[in-house]
């Protein structure tokens, strides 16, 4: 398990990128990526998620981490594993879907947030089990979860900001998901890049200072 990971410790923070178009998907990418982050996880909210996705990694290849997110369906995971997605991200934990993202042989992560879901995760052999919302609990919940699942590959997306990015890792998160402090809504529709790529390098900081 710990080599299917290495490329998402590496990376540590993983942008969970919503757009309106599959234009603004690739502008928000590059400029996350510019700032420092280079784990894109590309959503089906997203039209055309698996063409970005195909260019990301053309334009980028091994120096960033692309992947989908918000994976539904298993025809989902099939087209975002045939785009050349390193990872597929689903928000909740269903067996049949959960078996067709692994049967694709990308890193599968799946959510969860009670105790049950956890335990339901980890039996079908996630390789990370997200911890969705997770700003419901904050770290001291993902601390909590490690009483029970002291060695689950855990990773906490949404209420992930840089101020308290320290927090998750302090409690053993595996990466983070960022969502709306990173891949903000409001810059994507004002198709403001140099905003984008503010908040990337203020998380990149933050990373680098957690590992320093």
């Known amino acids: 398990m710990t080599d299917r990971l290495s490329r998402a410790r590496a990376v540590g923070v993983l942008a969970v990128l919503r757009a309106p ?4 998907a690739l502008e928000s990418a590059e400029a996350i990526i510019r700032g420092g982050v280079t784990g894109i996880e590309v959503t089906y909210s997203t039209p055309d998620a698996p063409a970005v996705i195909r260019e990301l990694i053309a334009r980028h ?3 960033a981490y692309i992947g989908a997110g918000t994976v539904t369906t298993p025809e989902q995971a099939v087209a975002a594993a045939a785009a050349g997605a390193e990872f597929l991200v689903s928000p909740g934990t ?3 879907l959960t078996r067709a993202m692994l049967e694709t042989g990308r890193v599968v992560m799946t959510g969860a947030l009670t105790p049950t879901e956890v335990m339901a995760a980890l039996s079908l052999d996630v390789d990370v089990v997200k911890m969705f919302p997770a700003s419901l609990g904050g770290p001291s919940y993902l601390g909590a979860l490690r009483g029970p699942f002291p060695d689950a590959p855990l990773m906490p997306t949404g209420g992930v900001k840089p101020e308290n990015l320290s927090e998750w890792f302090a409690v053993g ?3 983070v998901g960022a969502g709306g402090d990173l891949a903000n809504s409001a810059s994507i529709a004002a198709s403001d890049w ?3 790529e503010h908040r990337a390098a203020r998380f990149a900081e933050a990373l680098a200072a957690v590992r320093g």
């Open 173 to 175: 998160a595996v990466a």
């Open 94 to 96: 269903l067996p049949d």
């Open 61 to 63: 290849g091994e120096r």
């Open 194 to 196: 140099a905003d984008l």
């Open 21 to 24: 178009s599959a234009e603004a």
